[in-house]
């Protein structure tokens, strides 16, 4: 398919609004971070994740209500993948301290049912186990086999044959589990996921994915400067930002304004902001590969004149790329449910201001520098 193949825009003419477009959105995005701020998910905040599995659909407002009851303090629950599936979020890290023996009667009471009357003798207890000795191996062996079944994470704590210890961790998940047993009476379910990240984790990561993108970025501005010259490697850095920046900007200027888009920022958004910076710098490349082209056949001809003629040769490839790709995360922006949203969110948005961005943002800053440097380009 050919498309835009006799384009004669003159899209250089039009940079000044190009500018005020650019700067507007970059404003705007950066007013809303520093007033409204970004909100992390547990990858960056720390917090603990758990994924519930239940045999039949549930109504995700009812669960909310549950679990709002089991003082937990702020709880974010979503569906996860389907009707079945629900994700639930919280910044605890253990259960809190008057929740805990609640906890531990739980799990007295479930030896009870097993052993009548049986003698317990906790050894140790921290915030998120409890040790338990018993009178030989044989019951210790049975019951950390029976509660593990009974989904009880239990494990003994030494495999010697004379181990007459069993350790049970309790979560948060246990006590979630442990209540919505009570209030979903009709509906089984089970613990797929229980995730955990200590603050300390979390602001690492958030440091590591920084340097991961302002790596790259370097990475790519030494890769242009000895493919192409220096300010067109320049330029294309710049337009990268530009790209993140404003993408970013969007995270925070759409929260709590659009139903489905309060996104966190999580590890899987960072992987898609460097897939973002990819296809971004593709893109600009391809228009900086047909202006070299260009400078070389038409020497005598104006730099304005060349990077106008490039970017409509290339808009034909430009428009079917883009367009296929943009196609294709929206359908996983509309159907790919909560775990793939804030992914497919990024890369839609992206790469529509990415491609904005290699057209009117890298290519226009090319020609003010030769402009305002009175500096002939050429290869």
Do not use: C
Not at 162 to 167: D, F, Q, T, Y
Not at 248 to 275: K, Q, R, W
């Amino acid at each position: 398919m050919r498309i835009f193949e006799n384009l004669h825009v003159d899209y250089l003419s039009k940079r000044k609004l190009f500018y005020i477009i650019s700067t507007s959105l970059f404003l705007l995005g950066v007013i809303n971070v520093i007033f409204r701020g970004l909100v992390f998910g547990i990858d960056f905040k720390g917090g603990t994740e758990i994924v519930l599995q239940f045999d039949n659909p549930v109504e995700i407002s009812q669960i909310r209500q549950d679990v709002d009851k089991i003082g937990l303090g702020t709880v974010e629950l979503k569906t996860f993948g389907s009707e079945t599936g629900v994700l639930i979020r919280t910044e605890l890290q253990n259960i809190p301290p008057q929740i805990f023996p609640r906890v531990v009667d739980n799990i007295n009471k479930e030896i009870h049912s097993i052993y009548q009357g049986l003698p317990l003798n906790i050894v140790d207890s921290t915030a998120n186990s409890v040790t338990y000795e018993f009178a030989n191996p044989d019951t210790a062996n049975i019951l950390t086999d029976k509660l593990f079944s009974a989904g009880f994470q239990t494990s003994k704590v030494s495999e010697e044959p004379n181990n007459r210890r069993m350790i049970v961790s309790v979560g948060i998940a246990d006590w979630i589990k442990e209540n919505l047993k009570q209030r979903v009476q009709n509906n089984s379910f089970k613990v797929i996921k229980e995730d955990h990240v200590g603050p300390k984790v979390g602001n690492e990561l958030k440091q590591d994915a920084v340097i991961a993108v302002a790596l790259s970025l370097l990475a790519i501005l030494i890769y242009l400067a000895f493919r192409f010259k220096f300010i067109f490697a320049f330029g294309a850095v710049l337009a990268l930002f530009h790209d993140v920046l404003i993408t970013l900007g969007f995270y925070s200027i759409l929260y709590n304004v659009i139903p489905g888009l309060n996104l966190e920022i999580d590890l899987t958004v960072v992987a898609a902001f460097l897939t973002l910076v990819g296809y971004s710098i593709n893109d600009t490349v391809i228009v900086f590969d047909r202006v070299r082209e260009n400078l070389k056949i038409h020497k005598t001809m104006p730099l304005k004149e060349v990077i106008n003629m490039s970017v409509n040769r290339t808009m034909s490839r430009t428009i079917l790329t883009g367009g296929t790709t943009l196609l294709t995360v929206l359908v996983l922006l509309i159907f790919g449910g909560e775990v793939l949203r804030a992914f497919a969110f990024t890369l839609f948005f992206g790469i529509i201001i990415g491609t904005y961005s290699s057209i009117f943002v890298a290519s226009a800053l090319v020609l003010e520098y030769a402009n305002r440097s009175k500096r002939k380009v050429q290869f």
